[in-house]
């Protein structure tokens, strides 16, 4: 324990007590022996930047929050719905133009078949839905995809998958943002020449909102995804309704619409149409993978969000895709024309009313906030994999909201720059997307089928039989989606996998590595080292910071030395003279350098010192102390100690070599005068040394 007790005599005759210090209280909780918990003011900022800068990160982040407070930030199903599935339900509103934009390539009469597509997506979706029932309840530390693959197809499996899944969150920002923005210029055209900066500008809005914490952006994006799911089930409704009726009219033809294709209607456009509506799909597993940051019972909370999720998600992507194929709806989304839903709230609510206002800017707003689901889940599964050691750590690392950081300020600058090469447009970004996320359907399906057969838990057989027919549905869907889009651009999606996948094993191969060279044996005890020690301190002249090292180094070792590299013989004379006078008992070794060179004679002086040694004993440990001035001020820093930063990037890895840098800041200036040479005001150890 920290601190220590002190007798104290009262004023009365047996009057004592006892005073017991705790100078550790301030900062730290004792919580046993050799053991001490750091409280919020251990990390409280130092410097008047450090405060500055704590202060803006707390107005845009929010107070840092303890490990304690994460079951605080656990997700009830009400707001875990908007954060899990903004982007598999507002898939509903980009998913029906796909269907038309393929099928009108055949004519009006192609047209009637959108509805015949949605039901078979519809149909694949309730499969993919329960199948991720499954994982979310046999898999409830998350991974999806992952996790399933890598435990019961193998480790390369499961890399694929998790390369698909990212690469597949990547695209979900960047199409959910630019379907968003075509929202918006739907019912004003004037946002279409800054669709790239609207774009932009709501990438980093949702990224602060993130980095606040879960319970933070859920808070944000709820109230958007409860009034799109309202006013989108309100569309439907009234729409049917006026059907019924006989009072739902046919939608007007948009100027902007190109004429009917004349393409021969046939299996392969069907499909084509089927793989440009199966983007619908894409956010589904997206549950699976964030189980944990779920209320408990984590697994049956996130089981009953999916099935939840998929319910609307089928009601609306079937309803919007009824009531367009009844009031004959046309594609006109290209070059900035109305979406199919903003034609659907023309025709229910009548152009530029209130309610079709709404529909547009909900519609947009879940879109942008779409992107919120990849924002969860794409840290996460990189969180899992840095866990793995198939990622850089650094994306394990959860910052002060209790967010992992790194992954999401990744997230948010790779989506950004695809935005930007893409133009904004959603149709050119579409054949990248849904190719990955079909991949680890089918890979999550299979190995769950091998789960069960190896599992055999309850009710294993019709578990099995759901996630085998699962399993070869998506595998059809996965073949057909990367022959239809591949020239398109699903090209690279198929070349980025295993790229990614090579690029994982070999971060595992290095932390592998450096693993195996850090291992202690099991059996090995580590006695007490017994070697020669030497000090070296590398000098640029005589000033408080130099004499500060010097005496380090006599903490450390009896044999110090001091070497000065100089070009200047008359200057070394001078500062050799200075030395004698002013520290006695410190041999300095001056090393002439005719070619101006710092670094590589100081290194041959340690090579010589280190083959004065004997065969017969062990190399002597040289600590290599480095004095460092420290400026007052930062923007002094660029000023001083680029020689010093120099000479120890060069002494990392040195055999038997220890770096010690030693800061010094003095109040007032730190050099003692030099007479020729140096200005008593002016700062040692700067750059030109």
């Known amino acids: 324990m920290i601190g220590g007790r002190r007798p104290l005599q009262g004023r009365k005759i047996g009057d004592r007590r006892v005073r017991v210090d705790r100078p550790h209280s301030p900062y730290f909780r004792y919580t046993g022996a050799g053991m001490l918990t750091a409280k919020e003011a251990a990390t409280a900022p130092r410097t008047g930047v450090a405060l500055v800068w704590s202060k803006v990160r707390r107005s845009l982040f929010g107070r840092p929050l303890s490990n304690e407070d994460e079951v605080l930030e656990r997700l009830p199903k009400k707001l875990a719905l908007p954060i899990f599935s903004s982007d598999a339900i507002s898939s509903a509103a980009y998913a029906p133009d796909e269907i038309l934009i393929a099928l009108f390539a055949g004519g009006m009469l192609a047209l009637e078949y959108s509805v015949e597509v949605a039901l078979a997506i519809a149909l694949m979706l309730a499969v993919v839905s329960t199948s991720y029932r499954q994982v979310c309840r046999a898999y409830p530390s998350g991974g999806g995809a992952y996790a399933v693959a890598k435990e019961n197809l193998g480790q390369i499996f499961g890399l694929i998958a998790a390369g698909a899944l990212m690469i597949d969150y990547v695209m979900t920002v960047a199409v959910s943002t630019a379907s968003a923005v075509a929202q918006a210029y739907s019912v004003w055209p004037a946002l279409y020449d800054i669709r790239i900066e609207i774009g932009i500008a709501s990438i980093a809005l949702i990224t602060i909102g993130n980095l606040r914490g879960l319970r933070e952006s859920g808070n944000i994006f709820a109230l958007p995804t409860y009034l799109f799911v309202g006013l989108a089930l309100l569309t439907i409704g009234m729409g049917l309704a006026r059907a019924m009726t006989g009072q739902l009219p046919i939608a007007p033809i948009p100027p902007q619409v190109p004429p009917p294709g004349t393409e021969v209607l046939s ?79 023309t025709a229910v609510f009548g152009d530029g009313s209130p309610l079709f206002v709404a529909l547009q800017v909900a519609t947009a707003l879940i879109l942008f906030l779409a992107v919120n689901t990849s924002f969860n889940a794409f840290p996460r599964l990189a969180a899992i994999l840095a866990g793995d050691g198939y990622m850089p750590r650094q994306f394990g690392f959860r910052g002060d909201r209790l967010a992992y950081s790194y992954g999401i300020v990744i997230l948010a600058g790779v989506a950004g720059l695809l935005l930007v090469a893409f133009q904004g447009d959603t149709h050119l970004l579409i054949p990248l997307y849904s190719v990955g996320v079909f991949v680890c359907f089918t890979l999550s399906q299979v190995g769950m089928v091998r789960h069960w057969i190896v599992d055999h838990g309850s009710g294993w057989r019709w578990r099995a039989v759901v996630n085998a027919f699962g399993g070869l549905l998506t595998l059809v869907v996965l073949i057909v989606v990367v022959s239809v889009k591949f020239v398109g651009g699903a090209w690279l999606v198929v070349v980025l996998v295993p790229v990614l996948v090579g690029l ?186």
């Open 267 to 345: 299996i392969f456009l069907l499909l084509r149409a089927f793989a440009g509506g199966s983007v619908a799909l894409t956010g589904v597993e997206a549950i699976a993978n964030g189980v944990p940051a779920f209320k408990p019972p984590e697994s049956k909370n996130a089981a009953n969000t999916m099935t939840l999720m998929a319910i609307l998600l089928g009601v609306l992507f079937v309803g919007f895709m009824f009531l367009a194929d009844t009031m004959g709806f046309r594609p006109a989304v290209i070059g900035g024309g109305p979406t199919a839903i903003a034609q659907l709230g």
């Open 504 to 689: 994982m094993l070999f971060i595992h191969r290095q932390y592998a590595t450096s693993t195996r060279e850090l291992a202690l044996r099991p059996d090995q005890v580590i006695a007490p080292l017994h070697r020669d020690e030497r000090v070296v301190v590398p000098i640029s002249g005589l000033s408080r910071a130099v004499v500060q090292a010097v005496n380090v180094g006599r903490s450390i070792s009896s044999d110090v030395r001091a070497v000065l590299v100089v070009d200047d013989h008359a200057y070394a004379e001078q500062v050799r003279d200075e030395w004698a006078r002013q520290i006695p008992g410190v041999s300095l070794v001056v090393v002439e350098s005719p070619y101006r060179a710092l670094t590589g004679p100081f290194l041959a002086y340690l090579d010589v010192l280190d083959q004065a040694w004997t065969p017969d004993k062990d190399a002597p440990i040289t600590f290599v102390v480095i004095p460092e001035y420290v400026p007052r001020h930062w923007w002094e820093r660029i000023l001083y100690n680029q020689s010093t930063s120099q000479l120890r990037r060069a002494l990392l890895g040195r055999p038997n070599t220890v770096i010690t840098n030693v800061p010094y800041r003095g109040e007032e200036p730190a050099v003692f005068e030099r007479r020729g040479r140096l200005d008593p005001h002016t700062p040692p150890d700067s750059s030109d040394d």
